[in-house]
Structures are given as C-alpha cells and as structure tokens.
C-alpha cells in the first residue's frame, strides 16, 4: 500500500546540478531504507545509492561517488539524490525504491518502486 513518486528529473547540459526526490503517501515511510537506481536504454537496472532508515549511513556507487548525494527528511517522507557535475552518462531513468531484506545494491532487495523519472544529459 506504499505508493513512491519520483520528481525532479528533467535534461541538463553536463556539469550542472539536478535534485531528484522521492515522496510516499505510507505513514511508515521512516521506517524503511531506500535507495535510488537508474536504468539506461539497454542496460540493466543498477545501484546508485541507499540510505538506512535513521539517515546516519549511506552507500554509494562508486560511479556517482563524490558527485551524488543521498539524504532524507523523514518529516516530510522525502528521500533525495543530489546529482552534481552531471555527465552524459548519468543518463537515464532513475528510480527510487524501499528496502527490504538483501544486499543493498540488488534490485530484489527493494519492494516498492516509484515510477521512475527521466534524467537527460547533454553535451
């Protein structure tokens, strides 16, 4: 019954900045982990970030690593993904998750999904 929606996205020139957020309409929404993922065109899903439920421990891959940021309000049942210096490979839909149980860099470790939003980088 956790319903996830991702905005935010939209296309950039490469070098600049976009702030995705992630919303639920769960009351329980503090209580879960999350993570952010993307999937480009022909590629599997992959792992982008993940945040426990406290907001004190972060991953990140390290293909973003020292350019995107994941935090989280819990008051406003808000997880965000800071993309600084985006490059054309950012590319992507990027999609926002609930954890589960898992490796937290697996797709099968999340069970509620967002619909994803679109993130463009240009030359």
């Known amino acids: 019954q956790v319903r996830l929606v991702e905005s935010g996205g939209g296309k950039v020139q490469a070098g600049n900045s976009l702030r995705l957020s992630c919303t639920t309409s769960?009351?329980?929404?503090?209580?879960?982990?999350m993570g952010w993922f993307r999937q480009a065109p022909g590629k599997e899903r992959e792992f982008v970030a993940h945040?426990?439920?406290?907001?004190?421990?972060?991953y990140v891959a390290d293909s973003v690593k020292g350019r995107f940021t994941i935090s989280r309000d819990n008051a406003k049942n808000t997880v965000y993904l800071q993309m600084n210096t985006l490059r054309p490979e950012d590319t992507a839909v990027y999609f926002c998750?609930?954890?589960?149980?898992?490796?937290?860099?697996?797709?099968?470790?999340?069970?509620?999904w967002g619909q994803g939003t679109q993130v463009t980088v240009s030359s």
């Open positions: 998750a609930s954890y589960s149980s898992g490796d937290y860099y697996r797709p099968t470790s999340y069970i509620n």
């Open positions: 769960g009351r329980t929404f503090s209580t879960y982990p």
């Open positions: 945040i426990n439920w406290r907001g004190d421990n972060t």
